[in-house]
């Protein structure tokens, strides 16, 4: 079935939600129509894009609750919001590994609240080529704030960092173990420290382990550390402020056009990327990959040799 | 320091230990030298490679014992065995995240075993990029079986099955949900099901659930189901017998050349992707990516029209 692209794009800028899910959907799944969405998405831009949030951390320290919390505070000050929940997911069955978007129902029906859950897939670039082009369609859509939710493992927290304006990195007490193995990573990220769950033991030992590593940034912004428990929707004004301030600092000091310069060319990269990637795939049915495999196989020629052909193939088509 | 590579390549096809984790260490850590090494171990093949088999299983379920129990019943075979542990590591630390080596150390002076501990990064490519070097190496220094160990989590998982000539999917009891949910892929990958802890409660559950699935396998191939209990060191000799059996099975079936020829279409993929990338990493500091993200940030161009720029540069290049 054709897609008519420029009703679809216009339909999602007056804030239908089935267009903008529509969109995601096209986008998540690399559909043909992907490069004209973005054309179209991208010819004309709204003056001040989206603040672009991250909200990352371990599994269990309440990530969707907070995100929920957050959504709450931003609709209380009236604006609209996107969240992405990004999940890894099993390279297998396609699906999220996690479930628990419960809380989230507090704001299903609300039509200024967007919400999707994305799979990251296993998929080169998976991740860095989707995401995006979803914010760019949440951004369309008028959203004032979108949301990124991700589980930190690993190389997640890195892509997030490049994605959002500003990288949450929630913690819970009672995690000292994680935080002193995480800590350049986190600190490197980290625009702000939320360390949920603060009515349970041990949050004053977290708070103050954080705050002997923040007190050692040498960046002009120094992450502030917010306590909450969004649970009890405890605490979300103040994250929501912290946020507040730091785009402000974003702006002032011209950090924010930077990390949006970033972002596109890590956009491009990815794009570029994924378009190598399917000439090779390509050359996959093709003679002269499995050809060049087995001569390595053979010992004929190596790997290094082989993939100067290769790519000497690839410039040429 | 200068590296005399083919010193170090005859050192290591002598099974000198110091030489092996050398050249590890200079695949591991993409070392100028790599193109060279490569070409030097590809110029000798053995006529008989190792049998390379893939161990893989959700934390917990005892994949450390059970790589120990496997080289211990290899040992007594009189064969050399190679170890590579392939961790998913942070990125931030570079350090792996899984530490239990502890029963290893039975093998540590062993001097027919090597075992090497790889971070596998989260780079682009990283698992496929060092993997089938080190494997390489593994091979060179006479290793008849090598053993590659990783954690069964994502994308991992896929790549172990397309590294390996046979692969272990290891279980434990209780894990009914576990494998409902991994059901598709655990099927796709699996040469070889074992379940470990066979002496806990729920093991005939759980082979009678395995049974029910691999009965509805319709390859050639249908994998055998072995229960050990390798804290105890108890059924290595039965994992290594359905192990020699499924080697006879890809070796008389052709399939043994096709995954060998498919493993090096992967790796020749891998280091041209990581060529290609390197090109791109080469214009990060050059105007042209700059000046394409900055287009992209007022909307003067989109990341796809930006994408086609990039790639034109990098072909001229």
């Not at 989230?104 to 991740?127: C, K, N, Y």
């Not at 990390?259 to 570029?272: F, S």
């Not at 390509?282 to 050809?291: Q, T, W």
């Not at 190596?302 to 790519?311: K, M, Q, V």
Request: hydrophobic residues 45%; glycine residues 8%.
């Amino acid at each position: 079935m054709a897609v008519d692209v420029p009703s679809l794009v216009s339909a999602a800028r007056e804030g239908a939600p089935r267009a903008v899910a529509r969109l995601i959907s096209l986008v998540e799944n690399a559909a043909p129509e992907v490069r004209q969405i973005t054309a179209e998405l991208c010819s004309a831009r709204r003056a001040e894009p989206a603040h672009v949030i991250g909200l990352t951390g371990s599994p269990g320290v309440g990530k969707s609750t907070s995100t929920a919390m957050l959504v709450k505070a931003y609709r209380q000050q009236g604006k609209r919001v996107g969240v992405l929940a990004v999940d890894p997911s099993s390279p297998f069955t396609g699906g999220a590994l996690l479930g628990d978007r419960v809380r989230m129902q507090d704001h299903a029906t609300d039509p200024e609240v967007f919400i999707r859950s994305m799979a990251s897939r296993g998929h080169l670039g998976g991740l860095a080529w989707a995401t995006p082009q979803a914010l760019r369609v949440l951004d369309a859509a008028g959203c004032e704030v979108i949301l990124i939710e991700t589980v930190g493992v690993g190389q997640a927290e890195v892509d997030i960092a490049s994605l959002a304006d500003s990288t949450i990195v929630l913690l819970a007490p009672g995690m000292g173990d994680g935080i002193q193995a995480a800590k350049a990573g986190i600190l490197e990220i980290a625009d702000l420290f939320v360390v949920n769950k603060a009515d349970r033991d041990g949050v004053q030992a977290t708070v103050r382990e954080l705050r002997n590593m923040v007190a050692m940034v040498e960046r002009p912004w120094r992450p502030p550390i917010v306590t909450t428990v969004a649970a009890r929707d405890q605490g979300g004004d103040d994250v929501v402020a912290a946020l507040a301030k730091h785009y402000e600092h974003l702006s002032a000091s011209g950090e924010l056009a930077r990390r949006r310069r970033a972002r596109a060319a890590d956009e491009i990269e990815a794009i570029a990327l994924t378009a190598l990637r399917a000439s090779f795939a390509g050359l996959r049915g093709d003679d002269r990959l499995d050809a060049l495999a087995a001569q390595v196989v053979t010992g004929e020629t190596d790997p290094y040799r082989a993939a100067d052909s290769l790519l000497a193939a690839v410039r040429n088509t």
